[in-house]
């Protein structure tokens, strides 16, 4: 049975991941902040194990690490993120704001990735999948959204150094874009539906071997230019 960890695992497309993996098989081992909206993932019973975890948090993810101990993780999912100040301009960039989305979309990924990379080597798939964004994309980069934009160029950075670093342990670690979802950070506007997204990442997870690591690619399988 593999065992895959989820982080921001309470909705959207974490929580649908938890569905899927737990209907494949596998043991779920899904992180919330509050424990008082988990229960989509409590009605998954002892498929999933529910984690109190905030991943900004040393502390929090430190206990989390520590309670895995050696467990292996074979798929790990960096899905946790925020989205601050939709349409952001120059003009309207706030640093307070720049700083936290990159205390969560960066900056927490990465710690996650520090703290548990020995268990996902320790494992039989050891892959590692970052939810990323095209909008992290600096060679699609358009204007606004400077925020946002920052935070997911700067952890696709990390995970291509990342890749290179596991490689010769055999751990795949890529970057993907699930698309335009919705989600409560897409909007009921947006072009796919959480099924449809998570549909088409779960063939790219499926499909991914080491000969992928340090990749940034689309919920259709395709390649995206970093």
């Not at 960039?93 to 080597?121: C, F, I, S, Y």
Request: glycine share 10%; net charge neutral; charged share 20%.
């Amino acid at each position: 049975m593999n065992n895959v960890l989820i982080t921001g695992a309470g909705r959207g497309i974490g929580l649908e991941f938890a569905r899927r993996f737990a209907a494949a098989g596998a043991h779920v081992h899904a992180t919330v902040r509050d424990l008082a909206k988990a229960d989509a993932l409590r009605a998954l019973g002892a498929s999933a194990t529910i984690h109190t975890c905030d991943v900004t948090s040393d502390a929090h993810v430190g206990a989390l690490a520590d309670l895995l101990g050696d467990t292996p993780i074979d798929i790990l999912i960096n899905n946790a993120g925020i989205l601050l100040g939709r349409g952001e301009t120059f003009d309207t960039l706030d640093v307070a704001g720049l700083e936290e989305t990159l205390r969560v979309n960066t900056v927490a990924p990465v710690r996650v990735m520090q703290a548990l990379a020995g268990n996902v080597a320790r494992s039989q798939r050891k892959l590692i999948v970052n939810i990323s964004s095209r909008m992290g994309s600096v060679s699609e980069a358009s204007g606004g959204n400077y925020s946002y934009r920052a935070s997911k160029a700067a952890l696709n950075m990390a995970v291509k150094v990342l890749a290179n670093d596991l490689k010769a342990q055999g751990v795949t670690a890529i970057v993907v874009h699930p698309g335009w979802v919705q989600t409560d950070m897409g909007g009921p506007s947006a072009s796919l539906t959480v099924k449809q997204s998570v549909d088409g990442l779960m063939k790219v997870i499926d499909k991914a071997g080491i000969r992928d690591t340090g990749s940034f690619i689309n919920h259709d399988g395709s390649r995206i230019p970093w």
